[in-house]
T-cell receptor, first 113, second 114 residues
Framework: QKEVEQDPGPLSVPEGAIVSLNCTYS??????FMWYRQYSRKGPELLMY????GNKEDGRFTAQVDKSSKYISLFIRDSQPSDSATYLC?????????????FGAGTQVVVTP | DTGVSQDPRHKITKRGQNVTFRCDPI?????LYWYRQTLGQGPEFLTY????????KSRLLSDRFSAERPKGSFSTLEIQRTEQGDSAMYLC????????????FGSGTRLTVV
C-alpha cells in the first residue's frame, strides 16, 4: 500500500464547475501538506501549503486537511479551461519547508469549455 | 531571480553513456532536492542537500547515481552507465525553512535512454 493515495482520474468537469480533488494517507507522521499543479512536460507548480487541520483559502483555491481521518482535499471554484492539468498532493514530515516530500500519483483534470 | 533553473531541458543518450544534469536553485534557498518522475506517477525523492551537505539519499539512488552541491549553490546529478529504465523526468527543487512557503520546482530535465 502506498503512503499517499490519489485517484488518477481523469476528472472531467464543465467550465465554471467546482473541481474537488482529494488524497488519503496512511502515515500519521506527515505534518506538512501541499498541492501542486503540473502542466504537461513542465515541473510542478506550488498552489497551496498548510500545516494544520482545517481550511485554507487562496483566491479560487481552498485546501482542506483532516488529520484525524488522514484526508486532504483541494477545491477549485469557477474552474477554467486553463485549470486543465495534473494536480499532485504532497506531504512532508516536518512543519517547516525542508526535508523530502511524499507525492501522490496525481489526478488529471480536464475542464471543458 | 527567475526561479529554479535546470539544464539541459532534454537529453537523449545511448545506453551505457554517462549523463550529467545541472540545477541552479533560487539563490537564497539553502535546501536543494532531486526527484525523478515517470509517466503517470508523482515525483519520487532521490536526494537532498542543506547547503553543501547531502543529508539524505533514497534507496532509489543506486551506485550509478551521484549528486553534488560543491559550494552550496548549484547542484549536479550524474548518472553513469545509463539504462533504459533511467528514462524519466529529473526534477530539482529548492526551499528555505527561514522563508517558509513550500518548495519551488524547476522545469525538469527529460532524459531518454535509447
Amino acid at each position: 500500500q502506498k503512503e499517499v493515495e490519489q485517484d488518477p482520474g481523469p476528472l472531467s468537469v464543465p467550465e465554471g464547475a467546482i473541481v474537488s480533488l482529494n488524497c488519503t494517507y496512511s502515515n500519521s507522521a506527515f505534518q506538512y501538506f501541499m498541492w501542486y499543479r503540473q502542466y504537461s512536460r513542465k515541473g510542478p507548480e506550488l498552489l497551496m501549503y498548510t500545516y494544520s487541520s482545517g481550511n485554507k483559502e487562496d483566491g479560487r483555491f481552498t485546501a482542506q486537511v483532516d488529520k484525524s481521518s488522514k484526508y486532504i482535499s483541494l477545491f477549485i471554484r469557477d474552474s477554467q479551461p486553463s485549470d486543465s492539468a495534473t494536480y499532485l498532493c504532497a506531504m512532508g514530515w516536518t512543519t517547516d519547508s525542508w526535508g523530502k516530500l511524499q507525492f501522490g500519483a496525481g489526478t488529471q483534470v480536464v475542464v471543458t469549455p | 531571480d527567475t526561479g529554479v533553473s535546470q539544464d539541459p531541458r532534454h537529453k537523449i543518450t545511448k545506453r551505457g553513456q554517462n549523463v550529467t544534469f545541472r540545477c541552479d536553485p533560487i539563490s537564497e534557498h539553502n535546501h536543494l532536492y532531486w526527484y525523478r518522475q515517470t509517466l503517470g506517477q508523482g515525483p519520487e525523492f532521490l536526494t537532498y542537500f542543506q547547503n553543501e551537505a547531502q543529508l539524505e539519499k533514497s534507496r532509489l539512488l543506486s551506485d550509478r547515481f551521484s549528486a553534488e552541491r560543491p559550494k552550496g549553490s548549484f547542484s549536479t546529478l550524474e548518472i553513469q552507465r545509463t539504462e533504459q529504465g533511467d528514462s524519466a523526468m529529473y526534477l530539482c527543487a529548492s526551499s528555505s525553512p527561514a522563508q517558509g512557503g513550500g518548495y519551488t520546482f524547476g522545469s525538469g530535465t527529460r532524459l531518454t535512454v535509447v
